[in-house]
């Protein structure tokens, strides 16, 4: 039997509060009567059963779904379900007594919706919502004293009118936080942030809060003491920064970091992130935390030098993504000073050179690689046993950039300007596979070095010709010998170098030493077009004498890319910047690279567009 009329349910109302007006509607009883009554437990409505939604529909007249919205239903064990969203209980502030004074005394004004009856709302029962969103004025929030005032019950619960007055008069006056506002919301069925949307709404809460308390009351508040003020703040401005996502969240915590001075961020990710780390580290339970667990890991895998195994947030680190200068040496054999000075040179990390600060980092693939050709670098005397060739030859493949130096540029010194070996294997194993190798040396083949005296051609040229394929006849008889092992044909190298020098061409090797780009960049190059379509530069294929093609490329289309362009490395080094320093700021002017990223080798610009700054 459904009792008639049906009353209107008031906005927010909770369950009791709406019986309770029923109750003395219907058959002018208090609350507990009416309940003994219709034989329902009080404890039935504190956290409701499905079967007593049942009971309710039928008596009542209101379909579940507004039944749903008016308590928090039981779920089993501490979940709850509430306008369709399940929460854990956490979410709800069941174990207080929360009104705005203000909502109450218009209640019992004769003309009020509730017939001069004070109305609980559902709302004041969410542990996160502390303001008054109609009058704008916090909460007022206290332990219940009995389990009876568990039903909240206003009449029972709240103080007598002239407390009230007091209690209004004297309501701190609040903004209702971006938090607040989403949680109403979306309990009212409307969409929000697709980020918070995507979980739980108490996650999504808990979230907002957690990371709003150290952006707000400092890292390590003590949150069994912080005040309903400080919980308000952190959920709005945690709140703002979770709206927009992920992005949002990570933009917040690099803020944050970046206003943490120098010495404290030693302490690592527990020192900067304080509660918001703990809270993810060191859960005593199995409850979900939600998607900012994975957010706050990236960050700190990304800001942080964690070793590879470190257990975060229950989870291996399978890779270690960043290395500080200390971290790096404590798995190299170089110096922590050693290790600054050659990756700000390299533009692997942004600071200075001469100062070691522990909280700048860098990526931890590059950092170790360049570590790894600091350890095995060549002096001179090494390389030139390595190469087995004289020490002006290997001077001049390092000077010339055949064979790279380590870090190139006037503040390189000690090993930085070495060669690492690999760079200088990598160089003996292209030069090696110019070469055929034979069990006797073809008649008129000679070494290297006899074949420039001979022709009356520096030795430089001709290994950028056996590099770029240039010679027919290029022999090896013993590959131990390395460098000296390679022959060729003087009469050959005199023809071949002195027709192209002719033609004003030189081949690929010699190609990419004048631009100052690797093969592939100087591939990338020949695909761009300038703002008139015409090629940047262009391949004119040749033929040896064998008739194989070999590649080869206009001194005057070289020189004249290099008078209207200039690398980053260069205008860095000129400005006295580290390359991602002048990144920025060329970026900051406006100024567009030649190409985009890394696909020139290097990056490139128009010295028109750099003005003064293209030197």
Known sequence: MTLHPILPVLEWESLTSYLNRVARFHC?????????????????????QQETFDRLEGLLGLPGKTLGQMAFQSAGGRMRVIAGETVHSEFTAMKTTSFCPICLLEDQEPDSPSRSMRVGRITWQIEHLRVCSKHGVELVRRPLGTFSEGLQVMSDVAPDDA????????APGRTPSALQHYIEHRLAGEAGPAWLDDQPIDLAARACEMLGVILTAGTHVNLKTLDGLGWHRAGDTGCRAASRGAEGIRAALELHLARIPEEERRGGPQHVLGRLYQWL??????KAVGPIREVVREFILDSFPIPAGTDLFGEAVDRQRVHSAYSLAKVS???????????????????????????????ADEGEALARRIETALTGKALEGHLNCNRVQAQQLVRSGVIPRIIDGEHASGALKGVALADADAFLDRFMAQAKQVNVASPGVVDIVAAAEAARWPVLDIVNGVLSGLFARVEVVDPALKFKGVLVDPEEVRLVLSRNKAAGRVGIEEAVALIGMPVHGVNALLRLRDGDGAPYLSEYPGVNAKGATVRLFDVSEILAFRRGHVSLKEVAEAQSFSPKVMKMKLDGRGAVPLAPGYELGRIWYRRADLGELAG
Do not use: W, Y
């Open 28 to 48: 002018g009883m208090e609350l507990f009567d009416f309940l003994s009554f219709i034989e329902l437990p009080r404890n039935a409505l504190i956290t409701p």
């Open 163 to 170: 407390v009230l007055e007091q209690l209004a008069t004297l």
């Open 281 to 286: 580290q060191f859960k005593k339970n199995t």
């Open 333 to 363: 054999t170089l110096h922590v000073k050693t290790i600054v000075r050659a990756m700000v040179l390299a533009g692997v990390l942004d600071g200075d050179p001469d100062r070691a600060q522990s909280h700048l980092v860098f990526d």
